[in-house]
């Protein structure tokens, strides 16, 4: 993985929390500051420093370097972004703090971002406290708002060259375990993806156990997923198939259920646990349907995974449908 790669992930996550904490961007300087917006600034402030910070491995000047390498045709356009970028730590805008001592752009912005959001740092704290909170918001949000729109230009020119970013799918499921278990308790061999699981794969006569154990309401629900999965694999797939599986109340929203069906064929291998969930009520049921399944298995404590869900609910007559396919 290399420092593209990195800068494409982390801005990823940057611009989700980006999308969540807007900035409402007046024509005045000095306009009244909300809290919400002085939040919204702090959190995407700190959030780019692995951006402006030197020593980090995805700051602009390692990626737009590395990104020169790879691709020499559009240097022009890579030295225009690191321009801009040196552009944005503005030498004409300077606070002037109490004490008559001046500080530039860049020098506020690592006050707040190293005095008061990421550390406790004593000096700065100090000459913030002979600066205006007001002025401070001022100088933070004409240093932020170039300096993102850099980030984001930078983001979308790798993202076009990148198409193909290396993503792989994890070739074993990464889950949460619940409880507290041994290492040699995980005994899932025939089905591989799920070798982190504690448990170990079934017998005959274990799955015999388990659905001699199962309620007949159970079986009932599993029946029903099991026929309303079947009838989406088929190629003649017609809604007369669904009418007595799907709740008829929502039956219009599954169209001809060609999308249900291509989700349901783009899972490897699937199969669906044995386990019915209830909610409280008992009106709603969740069957899980999991990937990548070769032979069966037992899972022996609680475990939270990533997995595909069918939620059935009981119709007007208190008979279980299918509500919805979750992927």
Known sequence: MNVIDLFIITMKE???????????????????????????????????????????SVHIKKVI????????????????????????????????????????LRKTVDDILYGLLLH??????????????????????????????????????????????NHTNPTVSPLVRIGKSKSESKKV???????????????DESVMDIYNNQSEEEKMI?????????????NRL????????????????????SDA????????GYAIGSKVNFNTRKDNAYVKVLREVNEAFIIKMRHIMMCNLITLVKNTKGEWRVFSFRI
């Not at 300087?29 to 917006?37: L, R, T």
């Not at 740092?121 to 002025?135: P, T």
């Not at 599993?222 to 088929?234: A, E, S």
């Open 120 to 165: 406790a740092d004593k000096k700065r704290i100090k000459r913030l406290s002979n600066s205006d909170e007001s002025l401070r918001y001022f100088c933070l949000k004409e240093f932020l708002i170039p300096i993102e729109k850099i980030l984001e230009d930078l983001d979308q020119f790798l993202i076009g060259k990148s198409p193909n970013m």
């Open 261 to 268: 069906r291509k989700a349901l064929l783009s899972i490897p």
């Open 14 to 56: 940057y611009k989700r929390y980006k999308s969540q904490l807007p900035l409402e961007i007046t024509a005045e300087p000095f306009s009244i500051i909300s809290e919400k917006d002085l939040t919204a600034i702090h959190a995407r402030a700190f959030l780019i420093r692995k951006y402006i910070t030197r020593e980090d």
């Open 65 to 104: 370097d590395f990104a020169k390498k790879l691709f020499p045709a559009d240097n022009d356009y890579l030295d225009g972004i690191h321009k801009r970028y040196c552009d944005a730590h503005d030498a004409s805008i300077v606070q002037v703090l109490t004490d008559g001592k001046e500080l530039s």
């Open 222 to 234: 599993l029946g029903i997923v099991v026929k309303f999965l079947d009838n989406l694999k088929t």
């Open 238 to 257: 017609s809604q007369n198939d669904m009418q007595d599986l799907v709740l008829y109340e929502n039956f219009s929203d599954w169209g001809d259920f």
């Open 189 to 203: 061999v025939n089905s591989p993806y799920w070798s982190n699981i504690v448990g170990e794969d079934a017998t």
